[in-house]
């Protein structure tokens, strides 16, 4: 990219938000407890600076240049556009606005978790009334067409609506039941494994995807998550329960995640185009690698012998295994969900934040609805809030919009998968002969290279002009349960 008076006050502004991200990953992971006050100050000091810089006049008329020098189509336009949107995004909203809101959310955290603690939906329901509020001010703040709510689906994928994502849900509201109800049980098996065990077999299966472990590292919190802190940096953290091998998938989601910022062109490293990717096509990686690829039979015909020692059950053999990894089974929890009733526990936080945004259900109704999706779409009866309304931190978060994403990250991770048959019709031989390399590299030249240098919307009809289609998705998961 030419150099910009832009390119450099990007170049400043991903700087510092790297430097808050390595607070925020020490935060999650090693930090004393008793440290949390002070790392509080230091990372919400760092926003505030980040907010005044990004909402600076200099930012504007830095835009401004560029767009008048560079055409549609070029890196420095795309610049300018990506700057641009989070310039607009951030000077919309008041400032004492944002303080207030960010104040309420760092203390409702703590409420959340108290109330979920206690079962007690009252504890938690006035904090909530209050974010809500608030949102449904910042969408105003923003503007938006048709509905309130395309104004939050807006701020995780540039340009999503309502319109875009029913006609994908309602035909998961109609397949994904019927497959539910043709499984049979599973033979349950059980493991004797290590933390230590379990650190040293996800780290062979994120090298075996090809993870570049020169810049990378894996830790644990409470809850896996991935994050990026700097061009050369990516981690990821694993939850590691003794004896438990959930963390070969949590661990091939994360690194999922990680290998799409590691795919980065050089050229865009630590600017506005290194970031600002795009929720959907980012889940659709993580869960490429976490279930197409790990819940294949073809995956575990290569590497049963490396969880094999570590099976207490007699006589498993690699087919029992594979059945067992997708077994079946409606719950309560969204993060323990089996591949096919996944969607449906986002489907039913997507229909709730619809009727609190469009004003037809109250704070108050919020449990009472949540139990009857449930009874409705998983046919489950939900004992209370802490397995039901409260078991997610997104709304505690002031985060409404986010849950759909990773669903329509599952749906687009399939219509990638056909992409790449074109290239490779040997798909099955290919994950089976273990050169996953190869589908890495078709990986990074086809997505992740791009970076935001494309919209999400030209990301998507690069690899499927239909754009967002579930047909792929529904065809997969029926060859892979039926
Ligand atoms: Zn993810």
């Not at 105003?140 to 709510?149: A, R």
């Not at 936080?349 to 259900?361: A, D, H, S, V």
């Not at 074109?422 to 290279?449: C, M, P, Y």
Request: with cysteine; net charge negative; proline share 3%.
């Amino acid at each position: 990219m030419q150099d910009t008076r832009l390119l450099t006050l990007s170049k400043e502004l991903q700087l510092l938000g790297s430097v808050q991200a390595v607070l925020s990953w020490d935060q999650e992971t090693y930090i004393p407890n008793k440290s949390h006050a002070y790392r509080g100050d230091q990372i919400s000091y760092l926003s505030s600076l980040i907010h005044s810089k990004q909402t600076h006049t200099e930012i504007k008329q830095a835009i401004e240049t560029v767009l008048s020098q560079f055409s549609l189509g070029t890196n420095e336009n795309r610049l300018a556009r990506v700057v641009e949107r989070n310039y607009d995004l951030a000077t919309k909203l008041p400032v004492s606005f944002v303080e207030k809101k960010s104040k309420l959310i760092s203390g409702a955290l703590e409420i959340w978790g108290e109330a979920r603690k206690q079962n007690n939906f009252t504890l938690f329901e006035q904090t909530l009334g209050q974010i809500i509020e608030m949102t449904k001010q910042e969408c105003e703040y923003y503007g938006y067409q048709k509905t309130p709510y395309n104004a939050l689906l807006n701020l995780y994928s540039e340009g999503l609506t309502t319109d875009s994502i029913n006609p994908n849900f309602d035909i998961l509201k109609t397949e994904l039941p019927k497959l539910i109800e043709s499984q049979q049980p599973v033979k349950d098996i059980h493991f004797k494994i290590s933390v230590a065990q379990q650190q040293v077999l996800t780290e062979r299966l994120l090298k075996g995807i090809g993870m570049n472990f020169e810049q990378f590292r894996q830790d644990s919190s409470r809850h896996p998550f991935s994050t990026t802190l700097g061009p050369h940096d990516h981690r990821v953290t694993n939850k590691f329960t003794v004896d438990d091998i959930g963390s070969i998938w949590s661990g091939l989601h994360e690194g999922g995640h990680a290998m799409y910022e590691q795919g980065i062109s050089g050229e865009f490293a630590g600017t506005d185009l290194g970031s600002n990717l795009s929720l959907i096509v980012h889940e659709s990686q993580s869960r490429f690698w976490e279930k197409i690829i790990g819940f294949s039979d073809e995956y575990w015909q290569a590497n049963f012998e490396l969880v094999q020692p570590f099976i207490t059950t007699p006589n498993i053999t690699v087919e029992q295994f594979i059945k067992w990894v997708r077994r079946v089974k409606p719950g309560l929890i969204r993060i323990e969900s089996d591949e096919l009733c996944y969607d449906l526990h986002v489907i039913i936080r997507y229909e709730i934040e619809q009727l609190i945004f469009t004003n037809q259900i109250t704070v108050s109704e919020i449990p009472e609805v949540w139990n009857h999706l449930y009874k409705k779409y998983l046919g489950v009866d939900v004992p209370d809030v802490a397995n039901g309304c409260l078991q997610d931190i997104h709304w505690a978060h002031g985060s409404f919009g986010y849950f759909p994403t990773y669903s329509l990250g599952n749906i687009f991770s399939s219509q990638v998968l056909e992409a790449y048959k074109q290239f490779d019709s040997e798909f099955d031989t290919t994950v089976r002969s273990g050169n996953l390399g190869k589908i890495a590299d078709w990986l990074k030249t086809k997505i992740h290279s791009h970076g935001s240098s494309l919209t999400p919307e030209q990301i998507i009809t690069s690899i499927d002009q239909n754009r967002l289609n579930p047909a792929a998705y529904i065809s997969r998961l029926k060859a892979r349960y039926l």
